[in-house]
C-alpha cells in the first residue's frame, strides 16, 4: 500500500516538471516575438486542463487498482488463517482466548484445551517478561500426541489502574509425534558399549585347584552370557578376565531397574576360602563411534577400578552413574606392580629437569609424609625436588615444627607462589595422597606441565587427574605412605632413610589405619616393617597426633550427644563453628566407633560457614556411597563431605534421608 501512493505522488511530480519546460519554451518563444503571447497562453492553458484531466484518470485507476489488491490480500490473509492446515489460536498472556482456527477445533474438540491455553499463557508470558525474544518455541504434549508450538507476540496492550503489560500472540501447533518417535527410535537404537572386568581374577585361580578352576570359570562365564540376554546384546571374551560387552541404548534402563545384578549374581558362586568373585563392569554411551565409546569405556572402567572394584558405572555425557560397590576392597598380595612403578619413576625423574610433590589441601601427616618420601626418592635417583604446601591442619602443627628442625628440609617445603614461578614445561609433578584436580594443594600446577604421576589410595572420583603419566592407584592400600614405602624399597640405589624420613612415612600409615586398627593388611605390615628398621621412635610419632584436653572434652560432647538410627549407626552434631570442625568431627567419628554395637558414625560440624560431614564403619555399609549423595567421596570405611547453603539441623536431615535411600536401594 505505501508503494502504490508512492507511485502516484511520482506521477504527479513527473507531470509538473514537464508543465514547467513548456512553461518555459512558450516564454523564450514570446520574448524572440510578440505575436506568439496569445497562441503560447492558449497552448499553455489547453496543456494544463489536458495533464489535470489525465492525472484525475491515472490517479482514480490506480486506487481502484489497489483497493481491489487490498480486499484481495486481506481476504487471502483471513483464507488463510480461517483454512490454515495447522491448528492456529490467538490468546491472551491473561488466559483470553481470542480466536481459534477450523482446524484448531477439528484437532482439540475433545480436550480441555481451555484449561491447556490458560497454562500454555502464563509460560509464554514468563517466558516473554525473562527473554528479549519475543518469538516462541516449545514443545508441548497434549494427551498422547506431542506438539511443538511456534508464534509471535503480536502487540502489548496495557490493562487495569497499574497499566499491566499483557501480550496477544498467534501460535500454530505443529503435531511432531512422529518425527520425535523416528528420533527416539534412532536414539535407542545406538550402541553402547561396555567392559566387564574380574576383579580378582589371579587371587581367585591360585585360590582354585586345577578341578576346580574350569567350573568355576564355567559358572562364571555362563552368568554373564545369561545376564548379556535380556539386553539383545553380545559379548565377547578379549583377555582372560575381561569381556567386552555391546547392546543397543534402549536396554539401558533394564539395566539400571534391574541395578546390575550380575554383581550379586557372581558373588553367588561358591569358592572354597574366605575369597568372593566380584565383577567391575563399565558401559559408555560417550562417543561418536563404537570405537570412540569402547575408548571411553575403558576410562570409565579404571574408575570402577579405582574405586574397590564390585560396582558398575555408566558413563553418558561425561556424566557418572554408580551401581553396586558395597564390598570391602581384596588386598593384592603380588608386588610386582610396586616394583615396574618404581621402574617407571625413576626412568621419568631422570628425563625430568626437577621434581614438584603436592598432596592434597589441608594437608595430614599422610599427606606430608608420603611427600617427603617421594622426595627422598628424587633425590636418590639424583634429581632436586621441592614439596609443594600452603596448608595443614592444626594437629600437625608439632610434626611441622618438628620438618623445621631438620637441616634439610629448610628450603624444601614451598607455597604455591615460588612453585607457580620454579615449574617448567619438563617438570615432573606427583601428586600424593590425592586423585583429585580441585583437591590438590595448588590446581593451576596442573595445567603448568605434561609430566603428571598420581600415587593415591582413595577410591577414584569423577573428577580425578586423567592425564597421568603415571598412576600408582590401590584402593586397598592402607595410606599414601604405604604406597610410598613399598616404592623406595624398589629403587635402582638404596634408599637409606633418616629416622625422620622413616618417622614421617610411618605417621602417615598409623594415622590413616587408626594405629593399626583399620583397614590394615599384610602388605601394610610389611611396609611398617621396613620403616622401623631405621629406628623409628613409635611414643614420638604418637605425641604428634596427640589431642589437647579441650578438643577432647569436645570429643567427649560429641559422643554424648550421639543419635542412634538404623540400630547401628551412630549420627552426631559438633554445634559450634570452629576452623578446625573437620578434625574433631573425625576424631568423634572414630570416637564412636569404639562403643559396642555401632558399626557406623557420622559427625556434622560447621566450618567456614559449610557444614562439613565425616564418615566412618566398621562393618558392611559403605559410607562412601552415602556422602557421594552429597557431593562427597573417599573410602567404603573412611568417607567426608561438604554441604553449603543449610544449618546443621537440615544437614542432619538430608542426611538421615540418604541413609535411608542407601538402605532402600540395597534391598531393592
Not at 492553458?45 to 487490498?70: F, G, R, S, V
Not at 560397590?325 to 628425563?351: F, W
Not at 618438628?402 to 607455597?415: A, G, M, P, S
Amino acid at each position: 500500500m505505501q508503494n502504490d501512493k508512492k507511485a502516484i505522488e511520482n506521477i504527479l511530480i513527473k507531470n509538473r516538471i514537464y508543465i514547467a519546460i513548456i512553461a518555459i519554451i512558450l516564454i523564450v518563444l514570446c520574448i524572440q516575438n510578440i505575436y506568439f503571447i496569445i497562441p503560447s497562453i492558449i497552448i499553455f492553458t489547453l496543456i494544463i486542463i489536458y495533464t489535470y484531466w489525465t492525472d484525475n484518470k491515472k490517479t482514480t485507476e490506480i486506487t481502484q487498482h489497489i483497493e481491489e489488491l487490498t480486499f484481495s490480500i486481506d481476504s487471502t490473509a483471513k483464507n488463510t488463517l480461517i483454512n490454515s492446515p495447522f491448528p492456529l489460536a490467538i490468546i491472551e498472556t491473561d488466559g483470553n482466548i481470542v480466536w481459534k482456527s477450523i482446524s484448531f477445533v477439528n484437532e482439540f474438540g475433545n480436550v480441555d484445551i481451555k484449561n491447556i491455553l490458560g497454562n500454555l499463557a502464563k509460560e509464554i508470558k514468563t517466558h516473554v517478561e525473562n527473554n528479549d525474544s519475543k518469538s516462541i518455541d516449545m514443545q508441548i504434549k497434549i494427551q498422547k500426541k506431542d506438539y511443538k508450538i511456534i508464534g509471535e507476540c503480536l502487540k502489548k496492550k496495557q490493562k487495569g489502574r497499574k497499566k499491566k503489560i499483557e501480550y496477544m500472540v498467534v501460535l500454530y501447533f505443529i503435531d511432531n509425534t512422529q518425527e520425535l518417535s523416528i528420533n527416539q527410535k534412532y536414539e535407542e537404537s545406538k550402541s553402547c558399549v561396555g567392559i566387564i572386568s574380574i576383579d580378582n581374577y589371579e587371587e581367585t585361580m591360585k585360590a582354585l585347584t586345577t578341578e576346580e578352576k574350569p567350573q568355576v570359570l564355567a559358572k562364571l562365564e555362563k552368568s554373564i552370557y545369561k545376564w548379556a540376554e535380556a539386553t539383545n546384546g553380545i559379548v565377547i571374551k578379549s583377555e582372560r578376565d575381561i569381556y567386552v560387552f555391546m547392546f543397543e541404548q534402549k536396554y539401558i534402563d533394564i539395566l539400571k531397574e534391574n541395578k546390575f545384578d550380575i554383581l550379586d549374581t557372581v558373588k553367588e558362586i561358591k569358592i572354597e576360602g574366605p575369597l568372593q568373585i566380584t565383577l567391575s563392569i563399565a558401559i559408555s554411551q560417550d562417543g561418536h563411534t563404537n570405537y570412540e565409546k569402547y575408548k571411553t569405556a575403558l576410562a570409565t572402567l579404571d574408575i570402577a577400578l579405582g574405586r574397590g572394584g564390585d560396582q558398575a558405572v555408566i558413563r553418558n555425557e561425561q556424566k557418572y552413574n554408580f551401581f553396586g560397590g558395597r564390598s570391602i576392597e581384596v588386598e593384592k598380595r603380588t608386588k610386582v606392580k610396586a616394583r615396574m612403578v618404581a621402574h617407571a619413576l625413576e626412568d621419568i625423574i631422570q628425563e625430568s629437569d626437577n621434581v614438584m610433590v603436592m598432596g592434597h589441601v589441608n594437608g595430614d601427616i599422610d599427606s606430608i609424609g608420603s611427600s617427603i618420601g617421594i622426595y627422598k626418592f628424587a633425590k636418590t635417583v639424583g634429581k632436586t625436588a621441592k614439596i609443594v604446601n600452603n596448608t595443614y591442619g592444626s594437629t600437625l602443627q608439632d610434626f611441622m615444627n618438628e620438618v623445621k628442625k631438620q637441616e634439610e628440609y629448610k628450603n624444601i617445603i614451598i607455597n604455591s607462589t615460588q612453585s607457580l614461578s620454579e615449574i617448567t614445561e619438563n617438570t615432573l609433578l606427583v601428586i600424593v595422597d590425592t586423585n583429585k584436580r580441585n583437591y590438590v594443594e595448588v590446581p593451576e600446577l596442573l595445567e603448568k606441565t605434561n609430566k603428571i604421576v598420581v600415587i593415591d589410595h582413595h577410591r577414584r572420583s569423577t573428577d580425578y587427574i586423567e592425564n597421568a603419566t603415571l598412576s600408582f592407584h590401590e584402593v586397598y592400600a592402607s595410606s599414601a605412605s604405604e604406597l610410598v614405602t613399598e616404592l623406595l624399597q624398589y629403587t635402582t640405589n638404596e634408599t637409606a632413610l633418616t629416622t625422620f624420613e622413616a618417622e614421617s612415612l610411618y605417621g602417615g600409615i598409623m594415622v590413616d589405619t587408626k594405629n593399626f586398627t583399620f583397614k590394615t593388611g599384610v602388605r601394610t605390615f610389611e611396609a611398617a616393617a621396613y620403616l622401623r628398621k631405621n629406628n623409628v621412635d613409635i611414643l614420638k610419632v604418637k605425641k604428634w597426633f596427640q589431642s589437647d584436653l579441650e578438643s577432647y572434652n569436645m570429643i567427649a560432647d560429641v559422643v554424648k550427644s550421639a543419635e542412634i538410627v538404623k540400630e547401628t549407626i551412630a549420627v552426631s552434631i559438633y554445634d559450634k563453628e570452629d576452623e578446625n570442625a573437620n578434625l574433631i568431627c573425625a576424631k568423634s567419628a572414630d570416637e564412636l566407633l569404639t562403643i559396642n554395637n555401632i558399626t557406623t558414625s557420622f559427625v556434622l560440624g560447621i566450618q567456614k560457614k559449610k557444614v562439613c560431614i565425616s564418615g566412618r564403619s566398621i562393618g558392611d555399609i559403605n559410607v562412601q556411597l552415602i556422602l557421594e549423595k552429597l557431593g562427597g567421596g573417599g573410602h567404603i570405611g573412611v568417607a567426608g563431605a561438604q554441604i553449603t547453603g543449610v544449618t546443621l539441623q537440615e544437614a542432619k536431615s538430608i542426611l538421615i534421608k540418604k541413609i535411608d535411600e542407601y538402605f532402600a536401594e540395597g534391598t531393592n
